[in-house]
C-alpha cells in the first residue's frame, strides 16, 4: 500500500515537473500564456500565442467549442 501512494506522489511530482518546463519553454518562445485550471489543481487548457490579439483569438475559439 505505501509503494503505491509513493508511486502516486512521484507521478504528480513529475507530471508538475514537466508542467513547468513546458510552460517555461512556451514563455521563452511566445510571449502571452493562459493557463486554465478551474479546480485550481489540474490544468484544463494552455493557450501560447505570439500576441495579445492571437491569445484572445485562441481562447475564444476553445470557449466557443466548449459551448458548440
Known sequence: ???KIIRLKLADWYDAFLLKIF???GTRVFRCVAVSAPDGKRVKAIHFAVSQRELNI???T???RLDG
Open 1 to 3: 500500500m505505501n509503494a
Open 23 to 25: 510552460l517555461t519553454i
Open 58 to 60: 485562441s481562447i475564444r
Open 62 to 64: 476553445f470557449v466557443e
